[in-house]
Structure formats: C-alpha cells, structure tokens
T-cell receptor, first 110, second 116 residues
C-alpha cells in the first residue's frame, strides 16, 4: 500500500520563526493535501494541491506539490502560538481514499 | 465551521460488544468516508459511501460495516469489538462529481471509542 513519510516527527519552534516540514511517498499522487489537527478535534484542511510543481499559499502557510509527484512540503512563516498542533500530509490518486502521513507535532516556544 | 457532525463524541464499550457511530455530512455533500485514527498515528481509511453504496474499502475486516442514508448521513458499525479497535473514528464528507472526485474532504470532530 501507499506509505507517506513525514518529517520531522516533531519540532519546537520559536515564535516568529519560519518552519518547514515535508512529506515523501514511494508512490505518485495526483493530489496532495495538508491538514492541521488540534487535540480532541478532527483534521482541518489547510491547503490542497492539484498539479505537479504547484505552489499555493494560504495566509502564512505555503505548500508545494513536488515535480516527481512523490513529495510535498509545507512552510509556516512567522509562527505564532496558535500554530501548535499536529500537521498531516495526505495524498490521493484518482480513487476515493486519502493516504495520510504519521504527522508532524509542532510546539511553539513563546 | 465544516458542518460535519459526529455522535457520540465519546464512547466506552466492552470487548465483544457491537457499536454504531453516526455522521451527518456537510450540506451539499453526497459522499461520506470513515477513517480510524489510533493514538499518535495518521488516519487510516476504512471505507467510503456514495449513493448509499460502499464505494471503496481499506484494509479492515468485514466486522466493520456501514450505511449511508438518502439524506447522505452515515453510520459505522463495528461488531465483536476488540481492544485494538480503541481509536478516534473520523467521518469526512465531500462531493463526488462523477469523473473526478472532489478531494476537499471535510472532517468531523470524531468519536473517541475506548474498548475495555
């Protein structure tokens, strides 16, 4: 089955810093998505990417769909305390299911 | 606000029992997917329902079953509960247009199931 590897597994960041996380796969995907999950909540969609090479921003978040279609990265600029949470990448082919990575846990030092 | 609601929010069951979890999809959506999220892991796809039929299934045994109703709401049923079934169960809704799936799936807050 498709396996997504997210890195880093966790990170401590200083408020105001720019941070980056990425996701790689052994298989290609047609769509990459990034979700954020807070404790006790379901994942919330941050950014969706539909074309290889696509670079998309949503406020302080920027994500790119890798040219090989096997990877994606997410950048957070000028981090703030509410950026704390678990970030998941998810890939999708033309079928119905999302394949998720194991997540990157972000903790912000004030 | 996503509009996807799940009930109950928490549930404790005994090994061997059966459980039913419920999901109301977001207004305008016609497809519901269910995911299992174990502690410290990403969600794992269980199955998807479209037009009241199962439209795809992940690597889960037949004791995991579901239903979709004409109003697009859905149920997840798990029989013969095992300790390893303890997890957060997530429902996601989306709109399927036929040739290409709308990949923007919106998730509910989940049901935390504990099997003892």
């Amino acid at each position: 089955g498709q396996q997504l590897n997210q890195s880093p597994q966790s990170m401590f960041i200083q408020e105001g810093e720019d941070v980056s996380m990425n996701c790689t796969s052994s298989s290609i995907f047609n769509t990459w998505l990034w979700y954020k999950q807070d404790p006790g909540e379901g994942p919330v969609l941050l950014i969706a990417l539909y074309k290889a090479g696509e670079l998309t921003s949503n406020g302080r978040l920027t994500a790119q769909f890798g040219i090989t279609r096997k990877d994606s990265f997410l950048n957070i600029s000028a981090s703030i305390p509410s950026d704390v949470g678990i970030y998941f990448c998810a890939g999708q082919l033309s079928d119905y299911k999302l394949s998720f990575g194991a997540g990157t846990t972000v903790t912000v030092r004030a | 606000e996503t509009g996807v609601t799940q009930s109950p929010t928490h549930l404790i069951k005994t090994r061997g029992q059966q459980v039913t979890l419920r999901c109301s999809s977001q207004s305008g959506h016609n497809t519901v997917s269910w995911y299992q999220q174990a502690l410290g892991q990403g969600p794992q796809f269980i199955f998807q329902y479209y037009r009241e039929e199962e439209n795809g299934r992940g690597n889960f045994p037949p004791r995991f079953s579901g239903l979709q109703f004409p109003n697009y709401s859905s149920e997840l049923n798990v029989n013969a509960l095992e300790l390893d079934d303890s997890a957060l169960y997530l429902c996601a809704s989306s709109f399927f247009r036929g040739a290409q799936m709308n990949t923007e799936a919106f998730f509910g807050q989940g049901t935390r199931l504990t099997v003892v």
